[in-house]
């Protein structure tokens, strides 16, 4: 039972110009979540977090969104560039299941010179 | 800055042999997590480790085992390997084991099992 969603596999934006990724989850005892981003033959990447007494969090060119009535969360970036590329996965936790993680599929993201 | 390091970054065994992986945090970092990423597959947790103890435990089969040892590193073992073992298995760590303690990751162990 796939507990965190990322219902697009791939993405491909042009450079200079905002990417936008998605993510949905069902569980609503979920209070926690990050963004992380992966290169081939690499681990994953913490990129940024929210938790969920916010519904924005800002970091650089990375915005994360929370919608936690709709169990849905993004990712901006803006601008985009091309290292931007790789493969990015959100993960959720809750109070309730300690410090496990759950993440989605990933979403491959290709930024076009 | 020093990062996870996971040893061997790769490993080729067979069916029903036994295979270690190891697990060294990031200085200081007292969490250690494991997750297997099957191939097209999302991370899945297999089991943390919070000051040398058990603190969480995933979808880990019981033909696998881990610990912590007294400087903070982990192993996690397998025994009788199958097929459906290869994957690729990522180790995290952290200061501290509660939500919201950001888990920094390994490059991770390829395992192909023949």
């Known amino acids: 039972d796939q507990q965190v969603k990322q219902n697009s596999p791939s993405l491909s934006v042009q450079e200079g110009r905002i990417s936008i990724l998605n993510c949905d989850y069902t569980n609503s005892m979920f209070d926690y979540f990050l963004w992380y981003k992966k290169y081939p033959a690499e681990g994953p990447t913490f990129l940024i977090s929210?938790?969920?007494?916010?519904d924005k969090n800002e970091d650089g060119r990375f915005t994360v969104f929370l919608n936690k009535s709709a169990k849905h969360l993004s990712l901006h970036i803006v601008p985009s560039q091309p290292g931007d590329s790789a493969v990015y996965f959100c993960?959720?936790?809750?109070?309730?299941?300690?410090?496990?993680?759950?993440f989605g599929t990933g979403t491959s993201l290709t930024v076009i010179p | 800055a020093a990062g996870v390091i996971q040893s061997p970054r790769h490993l080729i065994k067979e069916k029903r042999e036994t295979a270690t992986l190891k697990c060294y945090p990031i200085p200081r970092h007292d969490t250690v997590y494991w997750y297997q990423q099957g191939p097209g597959q999302d991370p899945q947790f297999l089991i943390s480790f919070y000051e040398k103890m058990q603190s969480d435990k995933g979808s880990i089969p019981d033909r696998f085992s881990a610990q912590q040892f007294s400087d903070y590193h982990s192993e996690l073992n397998m025994s009788s390997l199958e097929l459906g073992d290869s994957a690729l298995y990522f180790c995290a760590s952290s200061f501290g084991a509660g939500v919201g303690d950001t888990q920094y990751f390994g490059p991770g162990t390829r395992l192909t099992v023949l």
């Open positions: 929210i938790s969920s007494i916010k």
């Open positions: 993960a959720a936790s809750a109070l309730d299941t300690g410090n496990q993680f759950y």
